[in-house]
């Protein structure tokens, strides 16, 4: 089993930590199944000579794939490498939180702030505060769901 360290932002590391690691700071492993697994594959390159230690505040299992890279060799994550995974990771977040958020309000009837509240639990994600994840889901819905005619605002004359 090899692993790297890569540095990510604490909501993200927390949301991957509850995610695949089962809330302990042990390296997570991610399923082969997931486009992540093949995009930190697709990533991985060779260790620079003068780079020895990773650090950071992630650890991760390296894909073990039979064909293709081996991780005794391809075990670097570059910082450009890193920017591309963490963004992959936060689009994932939020794709989640938002379909999740929606799901509780439409489906199961709940309040947004409900919803946000049970998603951070379920991650165990303190960085973030709830109004956080409430302005992003806002916005969000926002972009997607524009309505069709603004209402205009209608102030009385005295």
């Known amino acids: 089993m090899v692993t790297t360290r890569i540095n990510i932002p604490e909501h993200l590391r927390e949301y991957m930590v509850g995610k695949y690691g089962d809330f302990r700071d042990d390296p997570i492993r991610l399923p082969d199944h997931l486009d992540l697994y093949h995009f930190i594959f697709d990533l991985l390159e060779k260790r620079p ?25 391809y075990n670097y994550l570059g910082l450009r490498s890193q920017r591309i995974l963490i963004r992959k990771i936060d689009t994932m977040m939020w794709a989640e939180a938002h379909d999740f958020i929606d799901h509780k309000k439409h489906v199961d009837g709940m309040e947004y702030k409900d919803a946000v509240h049970l998603f951070m639990n379920r991650y165990g994600i303190d960085s973030l505060t709830e109004d956080a994840f409430l302005k992003n889901y806002y916005r969000w819905r926002g972009k997607v769901r524009k309505k069709e005619k603004i209402r205009e605002y209608s102030r009385r004359k005295r």
Request: proline content about 8%; overall charge negative.
């Open 49 to 73: 000579s003068n780079q020895q230690k990773d650090e950071g505040n992630l650890e991760i299992v390296l894909p073990e794939r039979s064909i293709g890279k081996r991780p005794e060799y």
